[in-house]
């Protein structure tokens, strides 16, 4: 009996969640919820779908094993709501805003980040609490900005933290007892950036990562980032690049476990943030990063944790040279398929752009002579927006196709012209390609004059002299 409720006690308990409302303004339109795997490598899980109805009524059933962030990115807002197993909401939206094609490609237009309203919330309500801490929170990190995160003032640090206990002072809710915990421990953060012994000990060392909560994540991210680089420049131990270069994901655990004290689950989470780091700084082998995240296995790696690495591998090689082109479904202007496929032992330019845009039509002016050039390696797919009509009457090259996908998801296309060269083994080699007068003749005569010594040298070697 006692190992059955141990057991049990250590399994998450799947509640279903109610989410329901009217938005007259969202009439006849489709909202994806969405919550994070984890902080780390910000992969997706798709929650389910809010599907407004004529008169924008919407109601969603789902089922959570623990309190989640959901988050749902709509019109230029990025909406967020703490979801709980059990509970009921009616969720109030903002004003809808309705963005221009323009604004919503715009890669330098960052979505608004909003809490979503609940209509007639409990008093004591997780989201409740939570925004008006974070509005104290705000409140005094503005007015106290300078001392605290430019001057360094300890004292103050305690002041704030003094007058936001005794704003909010203790409840029965653990969740935001531990937000709390976590976001006043930024303010400490501030102060020497991590690097004192306290401050690890009191909130990480002794800590198992509380992954599903923000506030430790943000807290988390910033003392841990970059954190093979701040090994190798403060340890004095020339063995943390060798390791991590060499592969030795065994050898960086122990030592995070042994020789910095972290216990087993922060020393994982915190290797899995810095082989993601490191791969982006270019202080380290990406090919052994890449390594070491493929040894996150069984039988001393959690699933959660094993997720990650994979989730993390796949974020750090998407659209990389040497990895298989994402799909999309496109169609030619009659309407039939086009498949990678049907170009095997091909060379695929794949050219997203816009006819109607000027700088476009130049690249596809320049790209008629380029092809014209490779007509026998190489094939142009051109992806285009849909257009009511269009018919390549300028004569340019190769097909033209359109598609269903998002192009900002599949292969990160916010702005025309974009373009991806694939192999003729399938795979991506060019990713990015240069567009069509920004260097693409050049690199594509390169490819094909190697490829052709390659071909003589083959050939000699199967008939010598």
Not at 209 to 218: D, K, R, T, W
Not at 312 to 336: C, F, Q, V, W
Not at 363 to 390: C, G, M, W
Not at 397 to 409: E, K
Request: proline share 5%.
């Amino acid at each position: 009996m006692i190992l059955f409720c141990l057991f049990n006690a250590g399994k998450a308990l799947t509640m279903p969640v109610k989410i329901s409302g009217k938005a007259p303004e969202y009439a006849q339109s489709s909202i994806e919820l969405d919550i994070f795997h984890d902080y780390i490598s910000e992969g997706t899980i798709k929650l389910g779908d809010l599907h407004f109805n004529a008169e924008g009524s919407f109601e969603l059933e789902l089922d959570i094993n623990q309190i989640s962030l959901c988050f749902a990115d709509f019109d230029g807002y990025h909406g967020m709501i703490y979801l709980e197993p059990g509970k009921s909401y009616q969720l109030v939206f903002p004003p809808k805003r309705n963005l221009s094609a323009s604004q919503k490609k715009n890669p330098f237009v960052k979505p608004e980040p909003i809490w979503f309203g609940i209509k007639n919330p409990e008093k004591n309500d997780l989201n409740v609490l939570i925004q008006q801490f974070e509005i104290a929170y705000a409140k005094y990190e503005n007015t106290y900005f300078d001392q605290i995160f430019v001057h360094q003032n300890g004292s103050l640090v305690d002041t704030v933290k003094q007058m936001l206990n005794k704003e909010f002072p203790k409840t029965n809710n653990s969740f935001f007892e531990s937000h709390k915990r976590f976001k006043m421990a930024s303010l400490e953060f501030a102060l020497h950036q991590g690097k004192s012994a306290n401050f690890m000990e009191s909130y990480f060392k002794e800590t198992k990562p509380i992954y599903n909560l923000a506030a430790y994540s943000s807290l988390f991210n910033e003392v841990f980032v970059d954190y093979f680089n701040l090994l190798d420049n403060t340890s004095h131990n020339p063995e943390v690049k060798n390791w991590v270069n060499k592969a030795q994901l065994q050898q960086l655990d122990d030592y995070f476990q042994k020789q910095l004290h972290f216990n087993k689950d922060l020393a994982h989470w915190a290797l899995l943030k810095s082989m993601k780091d490191g791969y982006y700084t270019g202080n380290f082998s990406k090919a052994s990063i890449l390594n070491m995240l493929d040894q996150v296995k069984e039988p001393n790696w959690s699933s959660y944790e094993q997720k990650t690495a994979q989730l993390i591998r796949e974020k750090l090689t998407y659209l990389a040279s040497g990895t298989r082109p994402p799909m999309i479904n496109l169609k030619d202007l009659e309407g039939h398929p086009v498949r990678f496929s049907d170009y095997a032992n091909t060379y695929i330019y794949l050219h997203f752009t816009d006819p109607k845009n000027p700088i476009c039509r130049q690249h596809l002016d320049a790209l008629k002579t380029i092809s014209a050039r490779y007509k026998e390696k190489l094939i142009v797919i051109n992806v285009i927006p849909r257009q009511a009509n269009f018919k390549n009457e300028a004569g340019w090259a190769g097909l033209f196709t359109t598609t269903d996908n998002d192009l900002a998801t599949t292969y990160k296309v916010k702005t025309f012209p974009n373009s991806f060269l694939i192999g003729k083994d399938g795979k991506l080699l060019l990713s990015p390609a240069p567009n069509p007068i920004d260097g693409l003749d050049r690199q594509l005569g390169q490819i094909f004059k190697s490829e052709h010594f390659k071909e003589l040298q083959k050939t000699n070697e199967l008939n010598p002299k």
